[in-house]
Nanobody, 124 residues
Framework: VQLQASGGGLVQAGGSLRLSCAAS????????MGWFRQAPGKEREFVAT????????YYADSVKGRFTISRDNAKNTVHLQMNSLKPEDTAVYYC??????????????????WGQGTQVTVSS
């Protein structure tokens, strides 16, 4: 599986961005898909995840109510809609795929495939 993230950019605080992650491979619909982010000097942190059937979705407390993860299995694409952005949301955002749903969905090492990352910068 190859993942290609896009949609990052520079936005003012309070603004919105929509990230997309296009996946190759016929088994995309069976994978859990997640978004992580990494700010300079910090560890990669969990943002959101969506189970293969879209029925289970989880968010980090820091983004809950502002970010929404969604997927289109027909197009092998997962999105992250980010609203009410804050300067502390500034990071490189990565999409990831997990072949097997895990209760440890918030751990980066649970994921099998990673995209290249897209930079999100929120100015104050």
């Amino acid at each position: 599986v190859q993942l290609q993230a896009s949609g990052g950019g520079l936005v003012q605080a309070g603004g919105s961005l929509r990230l997309s992650c296009a996946a190759s491979g016929r088994t995309f619909s069976s994978y859990a898909m997640g978004w992580f982010r990494q700010a300079p000097g910090k560890e990669r942190e969990f943002v959101a995840t969506n189970r293969w059937n879209g029925g289970s979705t989880y968010y980090a407390d820091s983004v809950k109510g502002r970010f929404t993860i969604s997927r289109d299995n027909a197009k092998n694409t997962v999105h992250l809609q980010m609203n009410s952005l804050k300067p502390e949301d500034t990071a490189v955002y990565y999409c990831a795929a997990d072949r097997h749903w895990s209760a440890s969905y918030y751990k980066a090492d649970e994921y099998d495939y990673w995209g290249q990352g897209t930079q999100v910068t929120v100015s104050s």
